[in-house]
């Protein structure tokens, strides 16, 4: 008599395989609506107007004094246009990866996914690799033609700036598992996501030095690793002045991106759990 | 078995379209939107955190622009002729979440209908077809009512921000902003429901309104050929003559010829809406794509 044996061998080859699969999965989806992908790259741009013309109304021969009063460069739109880069990425972690399960469930392929035998944080491993690729590409297209328009002047150390976001969106993205999981036990969370968005982006200091902010949201604002990481990004590239010294700013994001990490996937574990025990993975 | 009408009896329908009966059918469908309205309980997170939220960016960038001795004032004064600049922002943009929650609201209210699967029915019924779309307006203004109270009331809170407003004038920019934004409402709801999948007209329409109509800042510092532009747009007129009532307390006279630009814009949008709406009806019953979605 033969021995029973399962038809799956899970192994990491396999799963790096199945890594592979889901990651080339959603960059083909992202690409195969090309004129969304164009509209990620000018919608940013269409909300940088009105902040452009409104710096010119406070400059003097195109040179934002006041400003360089808080921010230590009279570079607005450089200070600008690079926030708005790494406010893609939030945007991509609550709107992409927030809303990946329940797109899934919608689509009602998320029980059919969840049967397989994979670990189910790899489906969100393989989002954060795809949704990291073409958040980057949508970025510097934005910048790249921001720049055309407005200019971007970047006089410090780019390789020491891109190292930095690293630990950044680790931990960002580590925030996303957790936020996943919670779209799909809430299912309908649209203005928890659109909300929410926009309160971190405003928090982080996207747009302003966050010192600007009022007595009694700067707290709020400091307790947020991202905010560090715009303020040493920018620190590094614009050589602007920063709420710490830069090594302890690091120091913030790499601990950060650890706690992140644990959290997010302990949360994704205990909400998925509880999915699952309502039976509610294929209801939408 | 045959059956025959006699020649004493004549067919009446059980419809008898007057007047008062597309009144009251008005009057329904407007108890029809409120009551959607109102269902969502969502709607009062949105009435307390985006007449705040929306405009905080700009605001706390403008603080940031002024520097902290406030060098930047001096420049914002020039230009735009007050030194208000958080009154100045706070109506551009509220003029601006009024012109985007129009086409997000009464610019999907057929597709919303035709997504819902009652378009068909409802376009049945012997209503005139117009009112259903023309319904969907007075619950969402009396909704930004509500919205501008609640502006006014954080940012005195959060901001300790004063207006020094003409509540008349104020109200006069409100009444004659309602059929150049509406009738742009209307003819973007026509166009919708043939179009089906819109979000990008969204975008590009209050991309240029955010873009040309001086949401935060004054037209004076754009380059001329924007400038041009921005003079056609309704909101443009809207914003400048709602600043001028709501920071300056401008009299009626002072605003008067943008209030009259405004009305005559009106006129046009309103009658391409309706225009618009009735080509994109006929269009759609030739074609027997109502409930197509």
Request: glycine fraction near 8%; aromatic fraction near 14%.
């Given at each position: ?89 939030i945007?991509?972690v609550f709107?992409g990866m927030g809303f990946s399960l329940k ?17 189910r944080p790899?489906i969100l491993v393989?989002r954060t ?41 680790i931990g960002l993205y580590g925030f996303g598992f957790a936020f996943a999981a919670l779209v799909m036990i809430l299912?309908?969370a649209?203005?928890l996501v659109?909300?929410g968005s926009?309160?971190v ?23 947020l690793p991202l ?29 950060s991106m650890v706690l992140m990490i644990v959290i997010g996937l302990r949360a994704f574990y205990a909400l998925e759990r509880r999915v ?9 | ?293």
């Open positions: 008599m033969q021995p029973q044996s399962a038809l799956s061998q899970p192994s990491w080859r396999s799963h790096l395989r199945a890594l592979w699969m889901i990651a080339v999965n959603n960059w083909k989806h992202h690409w195969r609506y090309p004129l969304n992908a164009v509209s990620d790259m000018l919608q940013p741009l269409v909300w940088l107007a009105p902040v452009y013309f409104m710096g010119q109304a406070f400059s003097v021969n195109g040179k934002a004094e006041g400003f360089a009063g808080f921010a230590g460069t009279d570079d607005y739109m450089s200070y600008i246009l690079l926030g708005t880069a790494l406010t893609n990425f945007m991509a709107w797109w899934d469930m919608d689509g009602g392929v998320l029980e059919a996914n969840w049967t397989a035998p994979l670990p790899l393989g690799l795809s949704s990291l690729a073409t958040t980057t590409l949508t970025s510097l297209g934005m910048i790249l033609i921001g720049a055309l328009v407005w200019g971007f002047h970047p006089t410090g150390n780019v390789l020491s700036a891109v190292l930095v976001t690293i630990p950044l969106l299912r309908e649209n203005t659109d909300s926009f309160i982006m405003l928090l982080s200091g996207a747009n302003f030095p966050v010192t600007v902010l009022p007595r009694w949201l700067l707290p709020l604002s400091l307790a905010t560090y990481g715009f303020d040493a990004v920018r620190g590094y590239l614009l050589k602007t002045r920063t709420l710490l010294p830069l090594n302890v700013e690091i120091a913030i994001l790499l601990v699952r025990q309502l039976g509610t993975v294929g209801q939408y | 078995m045959e059956t025959t009408l006699s020649s004493g009896t004549h067919l009446t329908s059980l419809s008898r379209t007057t007047g008062l009966a597309q009144l009251r059918a008005f009057g329904a469908i407007i108890w029809r939107e409120y009551l959607h309205f109102v269902r969502y309980p969502t709607w009062v997170i949105a009435f307390i955190i985006w007449p705040i939220l929306f405009p905080a960016t700009y605001i706390f960038s403008s603080f940031a622009l002024a520097g902290p001795s406030g060098v930047g004032v001096t420049r914002f004064l020039e230009v735009a002729g007050t030194d208000n600049f958080l009154g100045y922002i706070v109506v551009g943009t509220s003029v601006w979440m009024w012109a985007n929650t129009l086409l997000w609201n009464v610019g999907f209210a057929l597709r919303g209908e035709q997504m819902r699967g009652t378009l068909e029915s409802n376009w049945m019924t012997p209503t005139s077809r117009f009112l259903f779309l023309l319904g969907s307006g007075p619950v969402h203004a009396v909704s930004m009512l509500m919205f501008f109270l609640f502006t006014v009331v954080e940012f005195r809170i959060f901001f300790h921000l004063t207006f020094n407003a003409n509540l008349f004038s104020l109200l006069a920019v409100f009444l004659a902003a309602l059929p150049a934004l509406y009738g742009l409402g209307f003819t973007f709801a026509s166009l919708v429901i043939t179009a089906r999948e819109a979000n990008a007209f969204v975008f590009l329409v209050r991309g240029i309104v955010m873009i040309f109509c001086g949401i935060t800042y004054p037209l004076a510092v754009m380059p001329p050929w924007m400038q041009a532009v921005a003079e056609w747009l309704p909101p443009t007129l809207i914003i400048r003559a709602a600043r001028l009532a709501a920071l300056n307390h401008a009299s009626l006279e002072v605003i008067a010829p943008d209030l009259v630009r405004l009305l005559a814009y009106g006129a046009f949008w309103l009658a391409l809406g309706y225009l618009t709406f009735s080509q994109i009806e006929r269009r759609a019953r030739l074609k027997g794509a109502l409930n197509q979605y």
